[in-house]
């Protein structure tokens, strides 16, 4: 069977609707067609300070939301990354086939530790996007669900695929990234020219799905628009209604399309109050399933290790023939 395998940060204690509509949900999709590996990464999460309490709390709370909204464990394999110590040991191989100037290159890396300063930068966030290649490459994925903004990183985990493969000899599969054009870019409601992001947005331009849906609704009605009265999609001049429509009918399932004929004399009161509407509908009975499971934390647990030695014996093999590859010796 051919395979998928993405992953999202523990950094948040909700997924957004960028996290949901751009990646996670089309994982859930995935998993019946694919033989799945979906993974919280921690180590990644470390690269900027985490306080250690809360991390094994977001940790949980990511693994919980996955189950919530449909991951299923029979179907799909789910761990946490740190529980599978071969991620962080291919990435020091891969970490040695990298150049100094092609890590140097990542946009994220690069706007990430203008922001906060190169004192303040670690060097993990400079090698994340090489540990996020090791991810990747040691389950021989042939595809990567995730948003627009993973692309160049995806990009790197491909070439440094065909360096190894190269180099040395075929060993990696090279992943395609399989990015969902409607969806890859979910914008800040505040500012829709900008991508909705946890790390980045003001609170009120980010919906997070655990939130109370009150606070979403009113998150909704106050986004930013335009000074105009049409609603028509056109994401080069109407960013936030297009915004809202991709939202609403993402969630709805009606075609953006079929959305705009519908809201024909309308205006746009009536296209944030639907959207609320439609996100209130996903949210009720999801923040249910979410109490469910975290009011069980030890099987929650359950399911991460049983999921984490499903993940050590794909991960295991591709690391042992590696390590032969490259010329180490062999286990003693
Ligand atoms: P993370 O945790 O930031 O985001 C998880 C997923 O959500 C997508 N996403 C969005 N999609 C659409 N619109 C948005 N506004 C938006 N914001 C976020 C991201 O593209 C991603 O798919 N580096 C990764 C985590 C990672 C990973 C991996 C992913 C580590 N190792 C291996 C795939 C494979 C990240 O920080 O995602």
Redesign the pocket.
């Known amino acids: 069977r051919r395979r998928v ?5 523990p ?1 948040a204690d909700s997924f ?1 609707l ?2 949901y ?4 949900r089309n994982w859930v999709e995935l998993q019946d067609e694919f033989d799945a590996f979906y993974f919280i ?1 921690d180590l ?1 999460a470390i690269t900027v300070p985490q306080d250690p309490k809360e991390l094994r709390r977001r940790t949980r709370v990511a693994a919980a939301q996955l189950l919530a909204v449909g991951i299923d464990p029979e179907k799909s394999t789910l761990f946490v990354q740190s529980q599978v110590p071969e991620h962080a040991q291919l990435a020091w191989v891969l970490n040695c086939i990298t150049g100094f100037g092609e890590a140097a290159r990542m946009t994220q890396f690069k706007d990430k530790s203008a922001k906060q300063g190169r004192d303040h930068t670690s060097v993990g966030l400079f090698t994340y996007p090489i540990l ?1 290649a090791a ?2 490459l040691l389950y021989r994925p042939n595809l ?1 669900p ?5 692309r160049q ?1 995806l990009e790197l985990t491909r070439d440094l695929a065909q360096r190894f493969n190269t180099r040395f000899k075929k060993t990696f599969v090279v992943p395609d990234a399989h990015i969902i054009k409607g ?5 800040d409601l505040q500012d829709p020219t900008a ?3 946890k790390s980045s947005s003001n609170p009120a331009g980010i919906v997070n799905i655990l939130d109370d849906p009150k606070v979403s609704a009113k998150k909704i009605r106050s986004a930013v628009t335009d000074n105009e009265r049409d609603i028509v999609f056109d994401p080069e001049n109407k960013a936030g209604v297009s915004n809202l429509l991709v939202i609403q009918s993402a969630l709805s399932g009606v075609s953006i399309d079929d959305l705009v004929a519908g809201y024909a004399g309308k205006g746009y009161g009536d296209l944030k109050s639907d959207t609320a509407d439609v996100l209130t509908e996903f949210v009720v009975p999801l923040r249910e399933r979410m109490d469910g499971f975290m009011a069980d934390v030890a099987e929650l647990d359950r399911i991460l290790a049983s999921g984490a030695d499903r993940a050590r014996e794909v991960a295991s093999r591709t690391l042992a023939q590696v390590y032969d590859r490259v010329g180490f010796l062999p286990p003693g």
Do not use: R, W
């Not at 395998?5 to 940060?9: A, P």
């Open positions: 395998l993405s992953g999202i940060q950094t957004h960028g996290n509509l751009g990646a996670v990464p990644h996020q991810d990747i990567v995730v948003g627009e903004d993973q990183h969806t890859a870019k979910i914008f991508k909705m992001s």
